[in-house]
């Protein structure tokens, strides 16, 4: 169950690592940089993670640690792919608090500080996270007040995961405290697309989980570079890597925890019943794309297949009837897409 609190102001003077790992994003690191030192209260220290970047990255990491000895860069000398950088610099940390922020994205003025104080004040939370609104050109503007706490207790919030089936984290606005987070082994090379949800679901079964509700916690960029899951093939590569990050959960993170296993039948109809979704979503017309989506409704989750809204798909694309979507469908898919953005912006789940 949530509980929701009044904030309390920062009463110590914790530190706070930052890891800002980095591949062909030099242009963007002196702005990642100056982000994440704005940040009163806490003693920040900033490890920049050059993956052997061939565009000068390295050059321009090196000039900001110069300039300021709260930075440090350690560069690969060969290109180890992100979740090696990940786990190279967060081996290194060295604060009582962590946060990793990619180096296209920017942490706000202060979102350190009240992260931590939410911690600080509660220490069996071992994740807070927050609003992370994304921007292509200029960062974005918004109330730097805390509105309220929200703290739960980490199975509650995990429920509430599996049972929608998603991640409610972007990525940039998520702190850890440092215990929480040498408790897991780091990012799985497994999970290339979703190392992230694997790490706030394992701090789950363990700690409780905080938000900052209210103001902007971190800006996520948005540029041609980075992944979006707007075409076909990433919607199902999307859904197939969180069954598998909630497979690894359940089979390997806790096994034995009885009330972690209880979710798991919750979790694989949330992600079937989301394909359904998807597949008439973005089919367009083609019935085989409506397909690759029921099958892995189907593999995901077998009883979906006694459902109405399965009969229907699966007649529909089995027999070549799959219509672009109607302009109601999509004003009422919007609409729909708007309230639960606006749901999750407030509350955060």
Not at 211 to 222: C, F, H, L, T
Request: charged letters at 25%; glycine letters at 6%; a neutral charge.
């Amino acid at each position: 169950m949530r509980r929701f609190e009044r904030p309390r102001p920062l009463r110590t003077r914790p530190s706070v690592s930052v890891v800002i790992p980095c591949y062909n994003y030099g242009r963007y690191l002196p702005q990642a940089v100056a982000g994440a030192l704005a940040q009163d209260g806490v003693d920040v220290d900033v490890l920049i993670v050059d993956d052997a970047s061939p565009d000068g990255s390295a050059d321009v990491a090196r000039s900001l640690a110069a300039a300021d000895p709260r930075v440090d860069v350690l560069v690969h000398e060969q290109n180890a792919g992100h979740i090696q950088t990940y786990n190279d610099g967060l081996s290194r940390v060295r604060g009582d608090y962590v946060t990793l922020v990619s180096a296209d994205d920017v942490l706000m003025p202060d979102a350190l500080t009240r992260a931590v104080a939410l911690m600080e004040h509660h220490p069996r939370v071992g994740l807070v996270y927050g609003y992370a609104r994304s921007f292509t050109d200029e960062l974005p503007v918004g109330p730097r007040r805390t509105r309220s706490w929200s703290v739960w207790s980490g199975r509650d919030w995990l429920g509430t995961a599996a049972r929608q089936g998603r991640c409610f984290l972007v990525s940039p606005e998520a702190v850890m405290r440092r215990e929480a987070l040498e408790q897991t082994d780091g990012y799985d090379p497994r999970l290339p697309h979703s190392g992230d949800f694997d790490m706030w679901l394992r701090t789950a079964v363990r700690w409780d989980v905080g938000r900052v509700d209210g103001p902007i916690q971190a800006a996520y960029r948005v540029h041609d570079a980075n992944m979006h899951l707007t075409e076909y093939a990433g919607w199902l590569t999307d859904l197939r890597e969180r069954r598998r990050t909630f497979d690894i959960l359940f089979e390997e993170r806790a096994p034995d925890v009885a009330e972690v296993q209880s979710l798991r039948p919750y979790a694989m109809r949330a992600l079937a019943k989301e394909a359904l979704v998807r597949g008439r979503e973005v089919a367009h017309g083609d019935s085989s794309i409506l397909l690759d989506h029921l099958r892995f409704a189907a593999e995901t989750h077998s009883a979906i297949r006694s459902t109405r809204a399965w009969g229907r798909a699966w007649a529909d694309a089995t027999e070549g009837r799959v219509p672009g979507p109607a302009p109601w469908s999509r004003a009422t898919a919007k609409v729909r897409h708007h309230l639960r953005w606006r749901f999750e912006r407030r509350y955060g789940t």
